[in-house]
């Protein structure tokens, strides 16, 4: 394994590692879910707005002028990944959130097809469909139960962020810095309405700051910069870690244990993702992306 390729690995793992206790920090915030979504949203903003005047200077700060119209089209698309996150983790049980979302990068692949007329092959199709199948399990599961509420959030959330995949392998000329950190402000000032963002306990800041100012952009900025080292198809597999880590912090630290359920259908969706993921890995050499 040559050095490059080595610090890919390493930036990859440890983007996923740290944004692995997102669900966590949701869970102890110990607010209502609107206050959440507000103070993540704002606090994502302007950290991310700080490392862009860092990283290019303020007279760059706007160069997405150009091509503002998708810029904002793929950040509106994003506030309704980033509340269904927050929403679904606050109404089902953070395995099933974090399994179900994992299957975004199948949703992608079905709008690539619908809107791009790219072709999906055989196996993804038959990704989709035992995918599925661990997709019913779950929500058996949860049938009469509260958690049914969260599932559907979080298919509707794993939907999403497949479209704006879609979306943005379309306009690959489109920053991505720049669309998650307007897409925070967004975020913010879309449920300012709803929340209650000065009546709150100091531990809820500073969950929140943590969650928003520190983990979210460096797990993004990590995994960014992991595709200069790797391909885009080995980045997507260090992020279903994600998946297990997840609800494994949440588990030691409150004691969430998930469901049996979720156990099969987690199996299941999450050893078919790998698979898949892995074919296509060895079948692709793809052109590293590079951090915008």
């Not at 950290?47 to 509106?76: E, P, Q, V």
């Not at 995918?131 to 599932?151: A, E, P, R, T």
């Not at 259908?265 to 993702?273: D, Q």
């Amino acid at each position: 394994m040559d050095n490059l390729k080595a610090k890919g690995i390493i930036l990859a793992a440890t983007g996923v590692f740290i944004i692995s206790f997102d669900a966590l920090l949701v869970r102890i915030a110990y607010t209502n879910v609107w206050n959440i979504i507000f103070w993540r949203g704002i606090f994502m903003g302007i950290s991310l707005t700080a490392f862009l005047i860092f990283r290019d200077g303020f007279n760059r700060l706007l160069d997405f002028r150009s091509n503002w119209f998708k810029t904002l089209l793929s950040s509106a698309i994003f506030v309704v990944s980033g509340a269904g996150f927050v929403l679904s983790v606050e109404n089902t049980t953070v395995a099933n959130t974090v399994v179900i979302l994992s299957m975004a990068p199948l949703f992608a692949a079905l709008f690539t097809r619908i809107f791009l007329g790219e072709p999906v092959k055989s196996k993804t199709w038959i990704a989709m469909i035992i995918s599925l199948i661990g997709v019913i399990i779950i929500f058996q599961d949860s049938l009469g139960s509260l958690n049914l509420k969260g599932d559907i959030i979080a298919v509707i959330t794993a939907a999403s962020m497949g479209l704006n995949l879609t979306f943005l392998r379309k306009n690959p000329e489109l920053k991505r810095t720049p669309i998650v950190c307007i897409s925070g402000f967004m975020l913010g000032f879309a449920f300012l309405p709803l929340a209650a963002p000065f009546d709150m306990g100091v531990n809820s800041y500073v969950v929140l700051g943590i969650m928003g100012l520190f983990q979210m952009p460096m797990a993004m900025i990590f995994m960014a910069s992991a595709t200069r080292y790797i391909t885009s198809p080995e980045a997507s597999m260090f992020q279903l870690i994600e998946s297990v880590l997840g609800p494994v912090w949440v588990w030691l630290a409150i004691g969430e244990k998930p469901p049996e359920a979720t156990f099969i259908g987690g199996a299941i969706i999450l050893l078919t993702l790998f698979v898949h993921s892995y074919t296509e890995l060895k079948r692709r050499k793809s052109k590293p992306d590079i951090l915008q």
